[in-house]
């Protein structure tokens, strides 16, 4: 155990000793009940906000960064649950109606807001995760048209006598792929195989241009077509 380490524990159990002392010192009248479970209550209440200031939750080598997405939602549980339940510490040395039973009742219903609160924001995380990777997947989807684009950019390149209509339209549908936004739908998914498919058999066949010209040509306008049926699909 690093010295951190050994700081961090040291730090929160002297926190929690002085919380011990001052409840016991302070306990005046209140039966041992009541007293075991304000200081149970008050410990959870120090934990909470020891670990969220102590410790850093946020991964920095998380790109997606999930957890700020419940940053929000955490803070106002725990805020929502610290200024509750210590009022209910409170109004129990004021209150003789505050019964253990009824005390003890009020902060299991407000330890179940917490808890609530707190998955809550935990699935908010794993919105933002999920979101995120969709996002990439898409992405990358994109990338592939790109790179296959540049793959058939380079051999036309490394391939003599190709007529300049052919290059000139390749450059084109090179530079309108610039305008494509990712999307999250079949469609869309199922035009940019195609797209990446047709490609793969454009350049194989540029190789002997005179033989394979209708082809191309026919694959050519496949590719302009889905290029510009993809360009007007966005994500909902």
């Known amino acids: 155990m690093n010295s951190k380490k050994i700081l961090w524990w040291l730090l929160l159990l002297f926190g929690e000793a002085i919380i011990i002392t001052a409840f016991i010192l302070l306990k005046g009248k209140i039966p041992d009940n009541i007293l075991v479970l304000n ?14 200031y102590a410790t850093s939750w946020i991964d920095l080598k998380d790109k997606s960064q999930k957890q700020i ?12 649950y610290a200024i509750f339940a ?12 505050l019964t253990f039973i009824i005390q003890l ?8 807001f917490l808890l609530f609160g707190i998955w809550f924001s935990n699935h908010s995380a794993d919105k933002v995760q999920e979101v995120y990777e969709q996002e990439i997947q898409n992405r990358s989807r994109i990338i592939e048209m790109k790179i296959g684009m540049q793959t058939l950019k380079d051999a036309i390149n490394n391939t003599d ?3 300049e209509y052919f290059t000139k339209r390749v450059d084109t549908l090179d530079e309108n792929l610039r305008f494509i936004s990712p999307a999250d739908n079949d469609e869309a998914y199922d035009l940019e195989n195609s797209f990446v498919g047709i490609i793969n058999e454009i350049k194989y ?3 002997d241009f005179s033989m394979n010209e209708e082809r191309i040509e026919s694959n050519l306008k496949k590719l302009e077509r889905i290029c510009q049926n993809r360009k007007n699909i966005y994500s909902k």
């Open 105 to 112: 009742i009020l902060q299991a219903i407000l330890l179940f």
């Open 69 to 80: 997405g419940a940053f929000g939602v955490r803070w106002y549980a725990i805020w929502f």
């Open 86 to 97: 210590i009022g209910v510490i409170v109004s129990g040395y004021f209150l003789s109606e």
């Open 161 to 163: 006598g190709l007529p």
């Open 39 to 52: 200081i149970v209550v008050s410990s959870i209440v120090y934990g909470l906000f020891f670990l969220n």
């Open 205 to 207: 066949a540029i190789s």
